[in-house]
């Protein structure tokens, strides 16, 4: 148990100011997260070190297309999230804590266990992920610092749903971070299948995370019957064209059935399919199909001369033709962060 961040006292509780929940937490009570305790008036993360998932993935898998492309990063999660997506791929670990839990589940680890691991399997990148890394975020905060000083980069795969304060406390660390959209973002959809109240705040975030050079990527999970609507999947790339650049990687995402949703169908291809096409239609220079692996969209391409750039198999890297971050046929400048 570590003392939180990122929190003040109100009368007779605490308020949390971690995510856009903004919790009030009453003596002897938790957040919405089940991870956040006040105990005798502070906050505390119970599940600080707590960690359920480390593994070695290519870069891919989060999927970071423009950001060290071909790398492998150490990738850890903590039980627990702050959404209650009912289709969600791992809720084996993010939606099985109980409200009385004190001892969270997981092997218990430092931030400098985690720097060591990474250079000893001579990994340049560590990323916060497979669960919401908001909800372990003093972990991450303390890995990161570290990280930096060993040289090795930070990202996040999150649902982008922490505050303005959260991203400025970890942008000095944080190199890179793939947002994670569901139905286009779609305000009903989120409060009926995430039990989320308010997107805006997402988009708030990802203006700041662009405010403070963090190198974005964004996905967006195309629910089939109930978030599959192509026009708005368009307003979303118009939305990120605006006001985050025509250059930043946007993925469109077949969804599993899995969790409760179980009755739904995959995606179709031919839908993904419109989805891109309207979404380089709203101006997208890099739109990519995501859980397809060998199709054509999963390559990078250069925007002005068409050269494949990057050729992809699913997670796998079949050839990188570039000349550091330039198209090697017509020298075009692409928006590539090579390590």
């Given at each position: 148990m570590q003392e939180a961040i990122?929190?003040?006292?109100?009368?007779?509780?605490?308020?949390?100011?971690?995510?856009?929940?903004?919790?009030?937490?009453?003596?002897?009570?938790?957040?919405?997260?089940?991870?956040?305790?006040?105990?005798?008036?502070?906050?505390?993360?119970?599940?600080?070190?707590?960690?359920?998932?480390?593994?070695i993935d290519p870069i891919e898998k989060k999927p970071l297309f423009h950001?060290?492309?071909?790398?492998?990063?150490?990738?850890?999660?903590?039980?627990?999230c702050n959404f209650r997506c009912q289709f969600c791929d791992n809720w084996e670990i993010s939606q099985t804590l109980k409200g009385d839990e004190i001892n969270i589940p997981g092997k218990d680890y430092t931030p400098?266990?985690?720097?060591?691991?990474?250079?000893?399997?001579?990994?340049?990148?560590i990323s916060y992920t497979y669960t919401e890394p908001t909800?372990?975020?003093e972990f991450a905060y303390k890995t990161a610092k570290l990280a930096h000083r060993s040289n090795i980069f930070n990202t996040f795969v999150t649902n982008g749903y922490m505050t303005v304060e959260a991203i400025k406390k970890i942008a000095k660390y944080l190199d890179a971070a793939t947002v994670d959209l569901k139905a286009s973002a779609d305000p009903e959809?989120?409060?009926?299948?995430?039990?989320?109240?308010?997107?805006?705040?997402i988009f708030d975030?990802?203006?700041?995370?662009?405010?403070?050079?963090?190198?974005?990527?964004?996905?967006?999970?195309?629910?089939?019957?109930?978030?599959?609507?192509?026009?708005?999947?368009?307003?979303v790339a118009e939305w990120i064209n605006t006001e985050l650049g025509s250059e930043v990687?946007?993925?469109?995402?077949?969804?599993?059935?899995?969790?409760?949703?179980?009755?739904?169908?995959?995606?179709?291809?031919?839908?993904?399919?419109?989805?891109?096409?309207?979404?380089?239609?709203?101006?997208?220079?890099?739109?990519?199909i995501g859980n397809v692996p060998g199709h054509?969209?999963?390559?990078?391409?250069?925007?002005?001369?068409?050269?494949?750039?990057?050729?992809?198999?699913?997670?796998?890297?079949?050839?990188?033709?570039?000349?550091?971050?330039r198209c090697p046929n017509c020298g075009l400048k692409i928006n590539i962060f090579p390590c």
């Amino acid at each position: 148990m570590q003392e939180a961040i990122l929190w003040h006292k109100e009368r007779n509780g605490i308020r949390c100011e971690l995510c856009n929940h903004k919790c009030f937490i009453a003596k002897d009570h938790r957040g919405l997260c089940l991870v956040r305790l006040n105990k005798n008036g502070k906050l505390y993360a119970l599940n600080y070190g707590k960690l359920c998932s480390v593994n070695i993935d290519p870069i891919e898998k989060k999927p970071l297309f423009h950001f060290c492309p071909g790398s492998t990063t150490l990738s850890i999660g903590s039980p627990g999230c702050n959404f209650r997506c009912q289709f969600c791929d791992n809720w084996e670990i993010s939606q099985t804590l109980k409200g009385d839990e004190i001892n969270i589940p997981g092997k218990d680890y430092t931030p400098e266990e985690i720097v060591r691991m990474a250079e000893k399997n001579n990994v340049r990148i560590i990323s916060y992920t497979y669960t919401e890394p908001t909800i372990f975020f003093e972990f991450a905060y303390k890995t990161a610092k570290l990280a930096h000083r060993s040289n090795i980069f930070n990202t996040f795969v999150t649902n982008g749903y922490m505050t303005v304060e959260a991203i400025k406390k970890i942008a000095k660390y944080l190199d890179a971070a793939t947002v994670d959209l569901k139905a286009s973002a779609d305000p009903e959809f989120y409060k009926k299948f995430m039990s989320v109240p308010d997107v805006r705040t997402i988009f708030d975030s990802l203006k700041q995370m662009k405010k403070q050079r963090i190198f974005l990527e964004v996905t967006n999970l195309i629910v089939p019957q109930i978030g599959d609507d192509v026009e708005k999947c368009r307003k979303v790339a118009e939305w990120i064209n605006t006001e985050l650049g025509s250059e930043v990687p946007f993925h469109i995402i077949q969804f599993f059935p899995s969790h409760k949703l179980t009755e739904l169908p995959m995606t179709s291809t031919a839908l993904l399919e419109r989805c891109i096409v309207e979404s380089k239609k709203a101006g997208l220079r890099y739109v990519y199909i995501g859980n397809v692996p060998g199709h054509p969209d999963e390559t990078t391409y250069c925007y002005n001369c068409k050269e494949p750039l990057i050729i992809r198999n699913g997670m796998a890297i079949k050839k990188i033709n570039l000349e550091k971050d330039r198209c090697p046929n017509c020298g075009l400048k692409i928006n590539i962060f090579p390590c």
